[in-house]
Protein backbone atom coordinates (compact mmCIF):
# COMPACT_ATOMS: atom_id res chain seq x y z
CA UNK A 1 0.00 0.00 0.00
CA UNK A 2 1.48 3.55 -0.72
CA UNK A 3 0.76 6.08 2.09
CA UNK A 4 0.24 9.92 0.96
CA UNK A 5 0.09 12.35 3.61
CA UNK A 6 -2.63 14.55 3.34
CA UNK A 7 -2.35 18.33 3.18
CA UNK A 8 -3.95 21.04 5.25
CA UNK A 9 -5.85 23.68 3.84
CA UNK A 10 -3.27 26.49 4.30
CA UNK A 11 -0.67 23.80 2.38
CA UNK A 12 -3.04 23.59 -0.05
CA UNK A 13 -3.52 27.40 -0.54
CA UNK A 14 0.09 27.88 -0.83
CA UNK A 15 0.25 25.31 -3.69
CA UNK A 16 -2.55 26.81 -5.01
CA UNK A 17 -0.69 30.12 -5.01
CA UNK A 18 2.37 28.54 -6.78
CA UNK A 19 0.54 27.22 -9.08
CA UNK A 20 -1.02 30.26 -10.70
CA UNK A 21 2.23 32.21 -10.05
CA UNK A 22 4.33 30.03 -12.14
CA UNK A 23 1.12 29.89 -14.85
CA UNK A 24 1.04 33.50 -14.67
CA UNK A 25 4.87 33.42 -15.77
CA UNK A 26 4.21 30.88 -18.12
CA UNK A 27 1.61 31.94 -20.03
CA UNK A 28 3.21 35.44 -20.03
CA UNK A 29 6.16 34.81 -21.83
CA UNK A 30 8.52 35.19 -18.88
CA UNK A 31 9.80 31.35 -18.45
CA UNK A 32 10.51 29.50 -21.74
CA UNK A 33 10.12 25.77 -21.61
CA UNK A 34 11.15 24.00 -24.88
CA UNK A 35 11.80 20.46 -26.30
CA UNK A 36 14.94 21.02 -27.35
CA UNK A 37 18.63 21.05 -26.05
CA UNK A 38 19.32 24.80 -26.88
CA UNK A 39 16.73 28.46 -26.95
CA UNK A 40 17.24 29.44 -30.35
CA UNK A 41 19.66 32.58 -30.37
CA UNK A 42 20.08 32.81 -26.58
CA UNK A 43 23.16 31.42 -24.88
CA UNK A 44 23.36 29.30 -21.40
CA UNK A 45 24.77 31.24 -18.25
CA UNK A 46 24.20 28.47 -15.84
CA UNK A 47 22.65 25.10 -15.33
CA UNK A 48 20.48 24.63 -11.94
CA UNK A 49 20.25 20.98 -12.91
CA UNK A 50 17.08 18.29 -14.04
CA UNK A 51 13.85 19.15 -12.17
CA UNK A 52 11.02 16.79 -12.07
CA UNK A 53 7.16 17.34 -10.86
CA UNK A 54 4.28 14.44 -10.85
CA UNK A 55 0.80 14.78 -10.07
CA UNK A 56 -2.67 13.44 -11.14
CA UNK A 57 -3.71 15.81 -13.22
CA UNK A 58 -1.25 17.49 -15.73
CA UNK A 59 -1.92 21.29 -14.83
CA UNK A 60 -0.26 20.53 -11.79
CA UNK A 61 2.94 18.30 -12.69
CA UNK A 62 3.54 21.04 -15.58
CA UNK A 63 2.77 23.96 -13.16
CA UNK A 64 4.51 22.51 -10.40
CA UNK A 65 7.76 22.35 -12.93
CA UNK A 66 8.20 25.85 -13.67
CA UNK A 67 7.06 27.25 -9.73
CA UNK A 68 10.70 24.95 -9.22
CA UNK A 69 12.08 26.33 -11.47
CA UNK A 70 11.14 29.98 -10.21
CA UNK A 71 11.47 28.79 -7.21
CA UNK A 72 15.94 28.37 -8.44
CA UNK A 73 15.47 31.64 -10.51
CA UNK A 74 15.61 29.77 -14.05
CA UNK A 75 14.99 31.59 -16.94
CA UNK A 76 13.93 28.24 -18.83
CA UNK A 77 13.33 24.48 -18.87
CA UNK A 78 15.42 22.85 -22.06
CA UNK A 79 14.67 19.36 -22.93
CA UNK A 80 11.26 19.34 -21.77
CA UNK A 81 9.62 15.90 -21.61
CA UNK A 82 6.31 14.52 -20.25
CA UNK A 83 5.02 11.33 -19.97
CA UNK A 84 1.55 9.73 -18.60
CA UNK A 85 1.43 6.87 -16.23
CA UNK A 86 -1.81 4.57 -16.07
CA UNK A 87 -3.21 3.02 -13.26
CA UNK A 88 -5.09 0.06 -14.15
CA UNK A 89 -8.47 1.22 -12.27
CA UNK A 90 -8.15 4.13 -15.12
CA UNK A 91 -6.17 6.91 -13.34
CA UNK A 92 -3.19 8.87 -14.88
CA UNK A 93 -0.44 9.67 -13.11
CA UNK A 94 1.35 12.91 -15.12
CA UNK A 95 5.46 13.25 -15.14
CA UNK A 96 7.33 16.26 -16.76
CA UNK A 97 11.02 17.14 -16.76
CA UNK A 98 13.27 18.95 -17.41
CA UNK A 99 17.00 21.04 -17.48
CA UNK A 100 16.30 24.37 -15.47
CA UNK A 101 18.69 26.82 -17.16
CA UNK A 102 19.57 30.73 -16.59
CA UNK A 103 19.91 32.73 -20.05
CA UNK A 104 22.58 34.98 -21.00
CA UNK A 105 20.87 38.68 -21.14
CA UNK A 106 20.45 39.79 -25.13
Known sequence: MIFQARKSPKENAVMDHRLNI???CY?????????????????IQGTFGVLACRGYNFDNAFYGLIAQALDVNADAILAYRENVAFHPEGERFYSCYGTAVRLKKN
Open 22 to 24: AKE
Open 27 to 43: LGGKIKVVTTDTMPDRE
